[in-house]
């Protein structure tokens, strides 16, 4: 009592009592944290000898400033741990939504590629422009929206359709023979129904045409040497011994002491090379002709023929190549079973090169290499100095003395590999922009090599007038985009701008081409083939085809008959012997073989 004062415990006990069931809402929360005697000493009861023994003491004041500053201390630990939480639980929700974000970036980029390969194996190949399309030409259309109206048209004069002549059966049948067949009347008739005159004939008429087809046929030609004696020096009237005898030359044989002549190879070849006609196919095809012969004989014939008959030509065309100043190339994968130190799986490459567009000769060359290291195309073409149409493959780059040439065909085509499925009249999409641009440059070349086909100094000015500010833009536009990483659309913009230099090379002359098409379209040949043949034995059967595959390109390149022209070259035999001017004579653009191209 004499520490309360004049209050009693009573009094204390009801005042606490009353006090928290006024305000429940007062009641100071249990801390979740515990603190060892610090709880012991300082927690708050509300019992009445608890509250006795809080108020006895004597230090009341700086006991109870103490509890609150240990409970304002916990307040903010508890508050700064909850931040904390928090601040985690944050962070880990960002890194979610990265993940999340990443997965469908992913998942994106699985279905394009599943879109694109299923394009590729169920969808057309055909990169044809659709120009008409409504709305594509906006992108471009700059000088119709700035132009005029005010302003006088001048009248133009549109010239006049004319329809393309249909080919007729002289047109079609230009090369074959004809064999004129005249159907008499029949005796019987020849009399005249009404009064039995006998009908004399005042004329014919032509009726209709019929090919026929007469099958190929076999025969087996003997050569015999006759030999010739002296009957005066057998009888010893001359001034020698020896009976004197002299035999008739036979000409040599195509292969060894074999069967093979100039005809019986150069059909092994064309159907081989040009139809595509594998060995196997051949043997039985020889068979149903009446002849035995293996596979085996017919791989021998054309590995010997193209080694010792076809190989100073091949040599004579590359030497040519080499003083050109405008060159393509382009390479596919062949697969070669026995190559030393190498398994039968892995892919060896063939390599095409070929003359630019320099208004000279063709010349179209195959070159085997085990792989597609760049030393190839440095060795193929030590010696040649001037521009090289080809892909994006890197081996071509410093190349010494070589300007190199983007296909812009690659480019447009990544694009259009970059198109989403069922997007393709998007012009909102990226990827159809890109593709519009490239469809306006090869709009705009197109119009220049028609309307100036062969002179390059004029194609080359109109390049820099009409074509170099679409190419500006372009490259404007492509600075802008910001692809998804690892979509279609981000590996046509990389590819593109790694070439942005090259891309305008063929600005600089106006022999340069804008696509690599004419070496696809040489070496498509080979690829086709591939699907039939499917690999070659050795590197002698590899280095054959090479070879053959650039006589029967360079027939077709100068409208040659390519049998014709293959039976041509076994006949003549080319030699390392002899000199360029007289393997010119047998290359296909020479005077002589134009001349009688029609009837080889």
């Known amino acids: 009592r004499d520490v309360l004062g004049s209050r009693g415990l009573g009094d204390v006990y009801k005042r606490q009592h009353l006090d928290s069931s006024r305000n429940p809402a007062q009641k100071k929360p249990e801390s979740p944290y515990k603190f060892g005697i610090f709880q012991e000493l300082f927690s708050f009861s509300k019992s009445p000898v608890s509250a006795i023994i809080k108020v006895s003491n004597p230090r009341r004041e700086t006991m109870a400033s103490s509890a609150k500053d240990i409970q304002l201390r916990e307040l903010k630990d508890t508050i700064s741990q909850l931040k904390t939480m928090v601040s985690e639980q944050?962070?880990?929700?960002?890194?979610?939504?990265?993940?999340?974000?990443?997965?469908?970036?992913?998942?994106?980029?699985?279905?394009?590629?599943?879109?694109?390969?299923?394009?590729?194996?169920?969808?057309?190949?055909?990169?044809?422009?659709?120009?008409?399309?409504?709305?594509?030409?906006?992108?471009?259309?700059?000088?119709?929206?700035?132009?005029?109206?005010?302003?006088?048209?001048?009248?133009?004069?549109?010239?006049?359709?004319?329809?393309?002549?249909?080919?007729?059966?002289?047109?079609?049948?230009?090369?074959?023979?004809?064999?004129?067949?005249?159907?008499?009347?029949?005796?019987?008739?020849?009399?005249?129904?009404?009064?039995?005159?006998?009908?004399?004939?005042?004329?014919?008429?032509?009726?209709?045409?019929?090919?026929?087809?007469?099958?190929?046929?076999?025969?087996?030609?003997?050569?015999?040497?006759?030999?010739?004696?002296?009957?005066?020096?057998?009888?010893?009237?001359?001034?020698?011994?020896?009976?004197?005898?002299?035999?008739?030359?036979?000409?040599?044989?195509?292969?060894?002491?074999?069967?093979?002549?100039?005809?019986?190879?150069?059909?092994?070849?064309?159907?081989?090379?040009?139809?595509?006609?594998?060995?196997?196919?051949q043997e039985k095809d020889w068979k149903q002709y009446g002849a035995q012969i293996s596979r085996t004989t017919l791989a021998n014939w054309i590995i010997y023929c193209s080694q010792n008959y076809f190989q100073p030509m091949y040599d004579y065309f590359h030497r040519e190549l080499l003083k050109r100043n405008f060159a393509m190339a382009d390479e596919t994968r062949v697969q070669v079973l026995k190559e030393e130190g190498r398994r039968a799986q892995t892919q060896s490459f063939m390599w095409l090169f070929r003359s630019g567009e320099d208004g000279l000769p063709e010349i179209i060359l195959y070159g085997y290499s085990p792989t597609r290291s760049g030393s190839h195309a440095r060795e193929f073409l030590e010696g040649y100095s001037g521009y090289l149409e080809t892909d994006g493959y890197q081996g071509y780059n410093n190349l010494p003395g070589i300007r190199r040439c983007s296909c812009w065909a690659?480019?447009?085509?990544y694009f259009i590999d970059a198109v989403p499925k069922g997007r393709q009249y998007d012009y909102s999409q990226p990827a159809v922009q890109g593709v519009q641009y490239c469809n306006r440059l090869f709009a705009i070349e197109d119009s220049i090599n028609k309307k100036h086909s062969g002179d390059y100094e004029k194609r080359k000015q109109l390049r820099l007038e009409k074509e170099k500010p679409v190419l500006e833009a372009f490259w404007s536009w492509l600075d802008q985009q910001k692809p998804v990483r690892n979509t279609r659309m981000d590996k046509a913009v990389n590819y593109v701008l790694n070439r942005r230099d090259t891309a305008e090379t063929y600005l600089e002359d106006?022999?340069?081409?804008?696509?690599?098409?004419?070496?696809?379209?040489?070496?498509?040949?080979?690829?086709?083939?591939?699907?039939?043949?499917?690999?070659?034995?050795?590197?002698?059967?590899?280095?054959?085809?090479?070879?053959?595959?650039?006589?029967?390109?360079?027939?077709?390149?100068?409208?040659?008959?390519?049998?014709?022209?293959?039976?041509?070259?076994?006949?003549?035999?080319?030699?390392?012997?002899?000199?360029?001017?007289?393997?010119?004579?047998?290359?296909?653009w020479s005077e002589k073989l134009q001349s009688v191209k029609n009837r080889m």
């Open 410 to 413: 690659h480019i447009r085509r």
């Open 90 to 281: 944050t962070e880990m929700m960002k890194s979610l939504r990265l993940i999340i974000d990443e997965k469908s970036s992913h998942e994106k980029a699985l279905q394009e590629q599943v879109d694109y390969l299923t394009k590729k194996l169920f969808g057309s190949s055909s990169e044809r422009r659709a120009d008409d399309i409504p709305g594509q030409q906006n992108l471009f259309d700059e000088a119709e929206m700035e132009q005029n109206p005010s302003l006088p048209e001048e009248e133009t004069v549109i010239k006049e359709h004319t329809r393309k002549k249909k080919a007729t059966h002289e047109d079609l049948f230009k090369g074959l023979k004809i064999e004129k067949v005249v159907l008499p009347l029949p005796e019987e008739e020849k009399i005249c129904p009404v009064c039995g005159t006998q009908l004399v004939l005042i004329g014919e008429e032509y009726v209709r045409r019929e090919l026929e087809f007469i099958p190929a046929t076999c025969k087996v030609i003997e050569y015999y040497s006759q030999s010739y004696g002296c009957p005066s020096c057998k009888e010893g009237l001359g001034d020698t011994e020896k009976p004197v005898i002299i035999k008739s030359q036979v000409p040599a044989a195509l292969v060894g002491k074999g069967p093979a002549s100039a005809s019986t190879v150069a059909w092994t070849m064309y159907q081989k090379y040009a139809n595509g006609l594998p060995l196997y196919r």
């Open 510 to 588: 106006g022999h340069c081409s804008f696509t690599n098409n004419l070496s696809e379209n040489a070496i498509r040949p080979f690829a086709v083939g591939r699907k039939n043949w499917l690999f070659s034995s050795s590197v002698d059967g590899a280095n054959a085809s090479a070879v053959v595959y650039t006589m029967v390109e360079m027939a077709k390149a100068h409208g040659l008959n390519i049998y014709g022209y293959l039976k041509f070259l076994l006949e003549h035999r080319p030699s390392k012997d002899m000199t360029d001017e007289q393997l010119a004579e047998l290359a296909p």
